[in-house]
């Protein structure tokens, strides 16, 4: 016969309604029986999930937390968007020259036609012409101004020259994207001004010759011109520079911005970079 179990050892019975309200503590709060999640919730959640699975399978995250939490020098304004303002500049055209191509014909006996249907006919085509024909020289200006508050903050110097050369080879593309671009409605006024264009980059000494019977498809202005033009436009340059803004922005993720030059180091970041 087991002996009797001490009475401070022995369970209590349950109190009236203490075990609904146990329950309530584990489904809600204050006792209150669980909700349902939200259609934003589960939304939020949905993404999440999405995000997580994406990020087990290619580990990005640790790319983007190096390239998107860095850190950023004293005295940084607005001088400093000019970059990014030129990448959106070179994303408008993008955007506005795909739907452009849809519609345009690279033919020079319908070339003109096109072009005209285009901002006559078709619905805000006048809007997406003139967004891509007006962006072009947006992009040009924010290019150059940027180039110019690089040089005159200091920052082609070491180590980042490498990012200083890409950054004139984009200059020379975007010019060329520019010209290439500026055949394609092949009016009066954009055929002689390509030619003297073209006629300019013949005067170059040694390959200057050579450049200009590339870009003409001959010696001459040939009914073939306008679709080497519209290759180059479409394909070859706005690849390259694709590719040119990737490495630019690596670069600039690697080794980060410089300081102005109005700035003073403090003595303390002086003796660390001694050290």
């Known amino acids: 016969m087991t002996p009797p179990v001490p009475k401070a050892l022995r369970r209590k019975p349950p109190r ?8 309530g503590r584990r489904n809600g709060r204050n006792g209150a029986p669980a909700t349902k999640p939200t ?5 939020v959640e949905g993404v999440a999930g999405v995000v997580g699975w ?4 290619t580990g990005a995250s640790p790319f983007l937390r190096g390239f998107l939490y860095r850190k950023v020098p004293k005295g940084t304004n607005w001088y400093y968007t000019l970059g990014s303002a030129t990448m959106f500049a070179f994303l408008s055209q993008a955007v506005t020259g795909v739907f452009l191509a849809m519609y345009y014909e690279p033919d020079p006996t319908r070339a003109y036609e096109s072009a005209s249907r285009i901002t006559n006919d078709l619905f805000l085509g006048e809007f997406v012409r003139g967004m891509h024909k007006w962006g072009s020289s947006v992009m040009i200006i924010l290019i150059f101004v940027h180039m110019a508050r690089t040089f005159f903050f200091g920052a082609y110097k070491y180590p980042r020259e490498l990012n200083w050369v890409i950054g004139v080879v984009l200059i020379v593309l975007t010019l060329l994207m520019g010209l290439t671009g500026y055949l394609l409605p092949f009016d009066q006024r954009s055929f002689w001004a390509t030619v003297v264009a073209v006629n300019i980059n013949a005067s170059g000494p040694i390959v200057g010759p050579y450049l200009a019977d590339f870009l003409r498809v001959g010696s001459e202005f040939g009914p073939t011109t306008i679709s080497r033009f519209y290759a180059l436009h479409m394909l070859l340059v ?4 694709i590719a040119l803004i990737g490495a630019h922005l690596y670069l ?5 911005t410089t300081a102005p030059p109005w700035l003073k180091a403090e003595k303390k970041d002086l003796l660390r970079e001694e050290v």
Do not use: C, F, Y
């Open 16 to 23: 009236p309604g203490e075990e609904q309200r146990k329950n």
């Open 39 to 43: 259609g934003k919730e589960t939304a």
């Open 54 to 57: 994406l990020d087990e399978r």
């Open 238 to 241: 706005p690849g390259l520079i």
């Open 252 to 256: 600039v993720a690697k080794l980060g």
